[in-house]
């Protein structure tokens, strides 16, 4: 990740968002304040960039059956997203799509597995329901701010089971908002300022999802060359029980690593615990652990 013309064309746009906030970039530091401490933090995808992020997925829930045991659940896959920009406008395009997709699954004794690259270690059940993701594609429209216009692509997930990783265009909004909106303060932030960001999910098995997070601000770090904003956090979800899954006593925390100068979460690591519900109400109860990990891998 060199500094290229795509880079220099970033650091302008950068110091045009900082003067409408009244904030003065700094020529030599770009978002960072000369004191190295403070940071201004402004999410954005860079036009004719691609961008390759893996999303690593653990999953255990304690089994209500008898004797079931419980159930342990791995998902990787990696996500490409490429940016143009649109003719006569300041909004972006995105496509996004899948390279490679690989899940393992303990449960009841039974150990599958999936992997998309090799033919010969691909479970029968999990190939019917992740098979498919490689093909898939989506085009989102973005704003000058961020915000999605339109979406565009497959109308069914991929996936059709809980823990299988289903895909459908309310996933995809979803995974987009997880790599872009943390709520960023409009101005400069100092080690240990804190803010609060509420979000709005859709997903095919849940329905509506509301989620609140508290973020603060650690400092800078220092990680493969490259200084970046440490940013902890911590939350909860809830539902609107109108789903065919739903879950209560959520707890989520997490950290994350952000690259001002890109304008890019680098990493992050997010693990939530809940209660959850299959089929309603008075469906069965079980207690879930849900690890996330996103990992920015190249950037073209």
């Known amino acids: ?21 009244g904030i003065k970039a700094d020529d030599n530091d770009g978002p960072w304040e000369k004191n190295g401490q403070g940071v201004l933090l402004v999410s954005r995808w860079i036009p004719s960039k691609s961008y390759l992020f893996r999303q690593i997925t653990d999953t255990e829930m304690d089994l209500p059956l008898a004797g079931a045991g419980g159930s342990s659940t791995e998902m990787s896959m990696d996500v490409r997203v490429d940016v143009k920009k649109v003719d006569g406008s300041s909004n972006k395009n995105i496509k996004i799509g899948f390279d490679k997709v690989k899940m393992s699954m303990q449960m009841a004794g039974q150990n599958m597995v999936y992997d998309s690259e090799n033919p010969d270690n691909q479970n029968p059940l999990l190939k019917t329901a992740l098979s498919s993701l490689n093909d898939q594609t989506y085009d989102a429209t973005f704003d000058e701010n961020n915000k999605i216009l339109s979406l565009e692509g497959e109308d069914d997930g991929a996936g059709n089971g809980i823990g299988m990783g289903a895909m459908g265009k309310a996933e995809i909004e979803n995974m987009i908002q997880q790599l872009k909106d943390f709520g960023f303060p409009e101005t400069v932030v100092q080690p240990n300022a804190s803010w609060q960001s509420k979000q709005d999910f859709k997903m095919q098995q849940i329905g509506e999802m509301k989620m609140t997070i508290d973020y603060i601000y650690k400092g800078p770090v220092e990680s493969s060359g490259k200084k970046l904003a440490a940013i902890d956090f911590e939350g909860k979800a809830e539902t609107n029980g109108e789903g065919l899954v739903s879950f209560k006593d959520s707890k989520m925390n997490g950290t994350l690593l952000f690259d001002p100068q890109l304008g890019m979460l680098i990493e992050s690591e997010t693990k939530m615990k809940m209660t959850m519900s299959i089929g309603g109400a008075s469906g069965a109860e079980m207690d879930t652990t849900t690890t996330s990990k996103y990992n920015l891998i190249s950037v073209e």
């Not at 220099?8 to 003067?19: C, H």
């Open 1 to 21: 990740m060199s500094c290229d013309k795509g880079e220099v064309n970033n650091a302008l746009e950068l110091e045009k968002k900082a003067d409408q906030r």
